[in-house]
C-alpha cells in the first residue's frame, strides 16, 4: 500500500506526461487542432500505425540542435562546478557552526527565494548592463575606462545559474555534513593527520553523497534552464531550453519541440540514473 | 506579422489594471458549456490595445462581465488557439495569422444580422482584410498599423541635413545609417515585417516566400547591422522620446506614441514618423469569433459596440492607431485624425503591402535567420 503512492506519484506525474510528449515526436505537423498528425488512423476498418521519424531526423540537418545540446551541456557543468566551489565551504561552515546559529544561517540561505526568481534575475541585469551598478563603480574607481561588457555573455549566464542555484547545492551538503561525526576527525588527528589531510581522507570521501546529490540537483535543471540565458546570455548561442520554447511558440513545431525535449530526457538519463542508484545504497544503508 | 509585444504603454496605469481586471478570473475556469443567456464575455487582445473605460462601460450598458485576457504575440496566440478549449469568445489574431487559422478551421462565420454597425466599417479596410478572409465571412478588422521610420528631427537635420527622410535609405543603405550610427539606431524585433520590409526596398516581391530572396534581405541586413544599436519592438518608444535613440524602424501607433510623450515632457525632443516613399508594410489586427466560442451571441454584442463609431475613436485617441470605423473620424482628436502616420492619406495608402502568410519551412529559415542577424554574425 505504502509503496503504491510513489508509484502512482511516478506514473502520474512522469510517465504520463512523458508518454504524451513521446507519442507527439513521432508525428508530422498538421495545420488544426491539434496542429500534429494522429498516430492511429483508421483505413479500410483497421488501424494504421503511422510513426513519423522525421522530427528527430530533423535534429541532425541542422547543427543548431547539436551545438545546443552541447553549449547546455557545457554551461550546466561549468555552473555545477562553481557552485561546489562556493557551496561546499558555505555548507561545512554551516555544519561546523554552533547548533543556536545554524537555523539563522540555514534561513539567510533560503531568504532569496521570498522573492520573486524573475526578479531576481532581472536585478543582474541591472547591475551587469553597460551603464549598471557595477560598470559605473568600476569607472568612477577609474578601474576602466569603457564599460566591460558583462550582459549577454557567458559570464552573466554563470553568474545567474550559480546565485540562482546555489541553495541547491549547499542545502544537501548541509544535511550530509552535518551527520558527520567529530570524533573521527579528532582520530585523525591523533593519528597524526594534519587538518587538511585529515579533510581530504576523512570529511570529504563521507560527504560523497551530498556532492553527488547536490550536484544532479543544480546540474539536471541547469540543462533545460531556460528563463536565465535568455536574459542574462549571449544571442548567437543559445540554449536547449530555448530552442525547445522556440520551436514550440516560435515555429509552432510540436513534432520538433517533443524530439527536443525527449533528447533531453537521454541526455539526462545516466545522471538521474545514477542519483537514484546512489539515493537507494543511502536507503539500504540507513536499514 | 507582428511577433513582438505590441509595445504600448500608458501613464494612466491603475486604470488600465482596473479596467484590465473587470473580473480577472481565469476563462479556462469556465469550463462548463454556457447557456445563452449567460452575462459573460471572453476577451483576449493584444496587451494596452483598448481603452479601458471602453470595456467597463460595455459590461455597464449589457450587464455583461468581461473577462479581458491580454497576448503579445501571434504566435503565443496562434498555440493557444491551436491547443483547442481556449474558451475565449473573441481574439485578435493579425490578418496573416488570421489567414493561416482560417485554413485550420477554428474559427466560425459571423451572424452579420446581428453585426448591424458592420454598415460603419471603411470599406477599403474591409477589401484589405477580405486578402486574408475572402468575402470577409469569419472577421472584422479592429485596428490597422503600418511600419515605417520614426526620427528624431533635429538629431538627424544636425547630422545630414539633406538626409532622406522620406525613404527606407535612412535605415537599409549602410552609406547613409552609418552617419546616424552615434545617435542610436534601431529596428523592430518583427522577423517576418523586417524581411518583407527589405525586400520592397530592394525591389523584390516583399511577399516572397523564397530562400534566394530571404538570402537577398540576409545581405541587405547583414551591411546595415553595425550600426544598429538594437533590435527590439518596445524600448525605442521610451528612448525615441528621451533621445537617446534618434533613429527607428517602428510602428505607426508607437511611434506617435513616443512623439506624444516627448513633447509633453517638454525637453525639445520633436519626432517624426514617415511611411517611406518606397513602400511599407501594412499590418490588420483582426476580430474573430473562435468555433467553440462559449457565447456567441456577446461576442457579436461586443464586436457590434466596438464598431460605434464613437467607441472606435475613443480606442484610437488612446492608442494611436487608425480603426476601421469611417464614421469614428468625426469624434476623433484632431491630432490622430490629421496625423499621416496613423491615417496616412490615399496616395499614400496605394503603396502599403499587407503581409501574407509564410509557410512553416519559411519560417523556420526566418527564424534561424533573424538569429543570426540579431546577433551580429
Request: glycine share 6%; net charge neutral.
Amino acid at each position: 500500500m505504502v509503496a503504491g503512492i510513489p508509484t502512482l506519484w511516478l506514473l502520474v506525474l512522469f510517465l504520463i506526461p512523458f508518454i504524451i510528449v513521446f507519442r507527439i515526436s513521432f508525428s508530422e505537423v498538421r495545420l488544426a487542432i491539434p496542429p500534429y498528425t494522429p498516430l492511429l488512423s483508421w483505413r479500410h476498418g483497421a488501424p494504421v500505425l503511422q510513426l513519423h521519424w522525421s522530427a528527430y531526423r530533423f535534429l541532425f540537418t541542422d547543427t543548431l540542435y547539436v551545438s545546443s545540446y552541447l553549449y547546455s551541456l557545457k554551461v550546466a557543468a561549468v555552473s555545477t562546478l562553481c557552485c561546489l566551489l562556493i557551496g561546499y565551504p558555505m555548507a561545512y561552515a554551516i555544519a561546523r557552526s554552533d547548533a543556536a546559529s545554524r537555523p539563522v544561517l540555514l534561513m539567510l540561505i533560503v531568504l532569496p527565494f521570498w522573492t520573486s526568481f524573475l526578479l531576481r534575475v532581472y536585478a543582474w541585469i541591472g547591475l551587469l548592463k553597460n551603464n549598471g551598478v557595477i560598470n559605473n563603480v568600476l569607472m568612477y574607481l577609474g578601474i576602466v575606462h569603457h564599460p566591460l561588457a558583462l550582459l549577454q555573455t557567458d559570464f552573466a549566464v554563470y553568474i545567474g545559474i550559480v546565485y540562482s542555484y546555489l541553495p541547491f547545492m549547499i542545502l544537501p551538503l548541509y544535511a550530509n555534513l552535518e551527520k558527520h561525526d567529530g570524533t573521527l576527525l579528532e582520530a585523525a588527528a591523533d593519528l597524526g593527520a594534519r587538518p587538511l589531510r585529515a579533510f581530504l581522507r576523512v570529511t570529504l570521501p563521507q560527504s560523497f553523497a551530498g556532492i553527488v546529490a547536490g550536484s544532479l540537483l543544480v546540474f539536471i535543471p541547469a540543462v533545460g534552464e531556460y528563463v536565465i540565458p535568455t536574459l542574462l546570455g549571449r544571442t548567437d548561442q543559445i540554449m536547449i531550453g530555448r530552442v525547445l520554447s522556440d520551436e514550440f511558440f516560435e515555429n509552432r513545431d510540436w513534432p520538433v519541440a517533443s524530439a527536443v525535449a525527449i533528447v533531453i530526457l537521454l541526455l539526462l538519463v545516466v545522471p538521474i540514473m545514477l542519483f537514484q542508484r546512489l539515493e537507494r545504497r543511502q536507503l539500504e544503508a540507513a536499514k | 506579422m507582428i511577433s513582438a509585444p505590441r509595445s504600448f504603454r500608458i501613464s494612466a496605469a491603475p486604470a488600465l489594471m482596473l479596467a484590465a481586471c473587470v473580473g480577472c478570473s481565469d476563462p479556462a475556469a469556465h469550463g462548463t458549456p454556457a447557456s445563452v443567456s449567460e452575462k459573460v464575455l471572453n476577451v483576449y487582445n493584444w496587451s494596452d490595445y483598448i481603452q479601458p473605460s471602453v470595456v467597463a462601460d460595455f459590461s455597464r450598458e449589457y450587464g455583461i462581465h468581461v473577462n479581458y485576457d491580454v497576448f503579445d504575440s501571434n504566435e503565443m496566440l496562434e498555440t493557444k488557439l491551436l491547443t483547442g478549449h481556449t474558451n475565449y469568445d473573441i481574439v485578435v489574431p493579425s490578418g496573416a495569422f488570421l489567414e493561416r487559422q482560417l485554413q485550420a478551421d477554428i474559427y466560425q462565420k459571423l451572424d452579420k444580422s446581428q453585426l448591424p454597425n458592420l454598415k460603419n466599417v471603411d470599406p477599403d479596410v474591409a477589401r484589405a482584410v477580405a486578402h486574408y478572409d475572402p468575402g470577409n465571412q469569419y472577421s472584422v478588422d479592429y485596428m490597422w498599423i503600418t511600419s515605417g521610420v520614426g526620427y528624431n528631427t533635429a538629431d538627424i537635420r544636425a547630422r545630414s541635413p539633406d538626409a532622406p527622410v522620406d525613404s527606407w535609405r535612412m535605415l537599409f543603405d549602410p552609406a547613409i545609417v552609418s552617419g546616424f550610427q552615434d545617435c542610436g539606431v534601431s529596428i523592430l524585433d518583427a522577423p517576418s515585417e523586417v524581411v518583407a520590409t527589405v525586400l520592397l526596398f530592394i525591389g523584390r516581391n516583399p511577399n516572397s516566400n523564397t530562400a534566394d530572396d530571404l538570402k537577398a534581405a540576409e545581405q541587405a541586413l547583414h551591411a546595415m547591422r553595425p550600426y544598429v544599436r538594437y533590435v527590439d519592438s518596445s524600448r525605442y518608444i521610451d528612448n525615441l522620446a528621451n533621445g537617446d535613440i534618434c533613429l527607428a524602424m517602428g510602428w505607426s501607433g508607437d511611434i506617435k506614441q513616443a512623439h506624444d510623450r516627448a513633447r509633453d515632457a517638454g525637453k525639445g525632443v520633436d519626432l517624426a514618423y514617415a511611411i517611406p516613399k518606397e513602400g511599407a508594410m501594412s499590418n490588420y489586427d483582426i476580430l474573430a469569433i473562435p468555433a467553440d466560442a462559449p457565447h456567441v451571441r456577446n461576442a457579436h454584442l461586443f464586436i457590434n459596440y466596438l464598431l460605434r463609431p464613437e467607441i472606435a475613436a475613443r480606442n484610437s485617441n488612446l492608442i494611436k492607431y487608425a480603426n476601421t470605423v469611417a464614421a469614428s473620424l468625426q469624434p476623433l482628436d484632431p491630432g490622430v485624425r490629421s496625423d499621416p502616420g496613423v491615417y496616412p492619406p490615399p496616395e499614400v495608402r496605394a503603396r502599403l503591402t499587407p503581409e501574407r502568410p509564410r509557410p512553416p519551412e519559411y519560417q523556420r529559415l526566418l527564424t534561424r535567420m533573424w538569429t543570426r542577424f540579431k546577433s551580429g554574425k
